[in-house]
């Protein structure tokens, strides 16, 4: 139990339909959603919808969804990736001859075909009770007749202003003078509520064909980018089978590669018994534990995770313990060795998770991403569509099993997750902050799951992450200073990072109750409701 006088924020607790999100607007629609009628996934994707009008430096239509489902009366979850694939034309070789080595954020070399819109309407049409029109109404409302900034958003806003410069559309619609919008000021994107118009009416067609395609493979093409028509009318996603691991008598399960879900498994299963022996989760040691195996961990998928056809290590082998064993043992428990580590995209991202259990049992962890603040930064004029940096999440190494290719989808941060016991859901939640993810849902679910705090307690609590390839840490500043004096005992160097470290979003399902527990993370503007 909380000190009641102390700031914080309380569980949110209620009996038939729960939503939790980074953002109280979204959390207002799509409990709205549920209690007019509609089931998980509509509230979900109600609640994402509006996030990429009133939190547009953190998703948008022009980005990636993933989705982990867990129907009703289902003895197991099901998954939907909805990452976008390089245009077919683009390959390493081209690249080189135009004298690239890297992939520039704001260059159309970047930008990935977006996913979000065709997982949307497939999640919809497969796993909802809603049209799209009622779906999308909300965030239509709000996108053309203005919505309030809130605090984190215009502190993201803020800190983006050159990447905002970049593009003259981009700069148009999203600085006033040059200046983001202040907190409280109302902000509209009436070309963004036009495209959500057209998706409403025409289904994914409204997007992938049409005006609103053209104008999106016009300005890429006129950033010298390789998109076309046809990359887009063939841009599909697909379900695909959950992976899972145990951890402390619960069933964690993770979308399987091309994201980075199989990463927390492989911590989870490293974690476990070095933990057992700490009894504070912000012991020192229990935090140079999780430091050093994130380590490992994030070289291991830097080596290895990719899409699946190009992978060399199966699922199988990477979440054999035998293997995880193996890192483990590689891990010194007294001091911090650094293991070399070539990020393949830059550290920070941001994106939002949208955790919902509707009153029949259906429960549902999205996540929607441009992957960094405001993605590309590369804005359609007519049509208000923000465009992602997926593309920086290739290797420009060739024969990696992560290199850019067309077609192929990119290494991807984003991953929903759900938690089970005995063949039951018990938490849909997710993890946001780019990279972070991975080692973020290990960390919450250690917190949660092994030592006992509860859901709120879970994401309140400091967060640190190394810095992959420079052998430092990023820790907030609300640690003890005892905590930081024993983590730089064992030889860490500690950065305070000008940011936050995630966010997150969870609810627990108390079957034996038949209540619902939300918690929302206070790194961000939103909350949980319930009904």
């Known amino acids: 139990m909380r000190n009641f006088e102390q700031p914080g924020r309380s569980t949110v607790h209620a009996t038939s339909g729960m939503v939790a999100t980074s953002h109280s607007l979204a959390s207002v629609e799509a409990l709205q959603v549920l209690r007019d009628g509609g089931n998980a996934m509509d509230a979900a994707l109600a609640?994402?919808?509006?996030?990429?009008?009133?939190?547009?430096?953190?998703?948008?239509?022009?980005?990636?969804?993933?989705?982990?489902?867990?129907?009703a009366g289902s003895e197991r979850p099901v998954a939907y990736n909805g990452s976008g694939r390089a245009p077919a034309a683009a390959s390493l070789e081209r690249l080189a001859h135009m004298g690239l080595a890297d992939i520039e954020r704001t260059s159309a070399h970047a930008v990935t075909i977006p996913g979000s819109v065709e997982a949307w309407c497939r999640l919809t049409a497969d796993h909802g009770r809603l049209s799209m029109r009622e779906i999308l109404a909300p965030a239509i409302r709000l996108a053309g007749d203005g919505y309030a900034v809130s605090p984190r958003?215009?502190?993201?806003?803020?800190?983006?202003?050159?990447?905002?410069?970049?593009?003259?559309?981009?700069?148009?619609?999203?600085?006033?003078?040059?200046?983001?919008?202040?907190?409280?000021?109302?902000?509209?994107?009436p070309e963004l509520a036009r495209t959500l118009e057209r998706i409403a009416e025409q289904g994914p067609s409204g997007f992938y064909d049409g005006p609103v395609a053209e104008e999106m493979v016009a300005v890429l093409s006129e950033l010298g980018g390789f998109h076309s028509l046809e990359d887009f009318a063939l841009a599909r996603g697909e379900y695909v089978d959950p992976i899972s691991t145990t951890f402390q008598g619960y069933e964690v399960h993770e979308c399987p590669p091309n994201g980075q879900g199989i990463i927390a498994l492989m911590l989870l299963q490293m974690l476990e018994p070095l933990e057992a022996g700490c009894g504070d989760p912000l012991d020192p040691q229990r935090l140079h534990y999780f430091i050093e195996a994130a380590r490992i961990a994030y070289a291991a998928r830097d080596e290895w995770v990719a899409e699946p056809d190009a992978m060399e290590a199966g699922f199988g082998q990477l979440l054999a313990h035998s293997y995880t064993d193996r890192m483990r043992q590689s891990l010194d428990p007294d001091s911090a060795a650094s293991v070399p580590v070539q990020p393949l995209s830059p550290v920070a991202g941001n994106t939002v998770c949208i955790a919902v259990v509707d009153r029949d049992g259906n429960a549902v962890s999205l996540i929607n991403s441009l992957f960094l603040n405001f993605g590309s930064g590369i804005l359609t004029p007519r049509h208000g569509v923000l465009l992602n940096n997926r593309g920086q999440g290739f290797s420009m190494q060739a024969g990696h099993p992560n290199q850019l290719d067309g077609g192929k989808r990119p290494l991807n941060t984003i991953i929903p997750g759900m938690v089970s016991q005995k063949g039951r859901p018990v938490m849909p939640f997710g993890v946001m902050g780019g990279h972070y993810q991975s080692a973020g849902h290990a960390y919450m679910l250690s917190n949660l799951l092994r030592f006992g705090l509860d859901l709120q307690e879970?994401?309140?609590?400091?967060?640190?992450?190394?810095?992959?390839?420079?052998?430092?840490?990023?820790?907030?500043?609300?640690?003890?200073?005892?905590?930081?004096?024993?983590?730089?005992?064992?030889?860490?160097?500690?950065?305070?990072?000008?940011?936050?470290?995630?966010?997150?979003?969870?609810?627990?399902?108390?079957?034996?109750?038949?209540?619902?527990?939300?918690?929302?993370?206070?790194?961000?503007d939103g909350c949980a409701l319930g009904y």
Request: charged share 20%; proline share 9%.
């Open 153 to 189: 958003v215009h502190w993201d806003w803020s800190r983006h202003q050159e990447l905002l410069r970049t593009h003259a559309p981009t700069r148009s619609r999203f600085l006033t003078d040059d200046q983001p919008p202040a907190v409280g000021a109302i902000h509209r994107q």
């Open 47 to 71: 609640a994402c919808a509006v996030q990429c009008v009133v939190e547009p430096g953190s998703t948008g239509i022009g980005g990636d969804c993933f989705a982990m489902i867990w129907p």
């Open 458 to 524: 879970s994401m309140d609590l400091p967060r640190l992450f190394p810095i992959l390839g420079e052998g430092m840490v990023e820790i907030e500043s609300t640690f003890r200073p005892e905590v930081l004096e024993g983590l730089r005992d064992r030889g860490h160097r500690l950065i305070f990072p000008p940011r936050p470290i995630g966010g997150s979003q969870a609810i627990w399902i108390d079957h034996a109750a038949g209540t619902l527990v939300g918690a929302s993370d206070h790194r961000k």
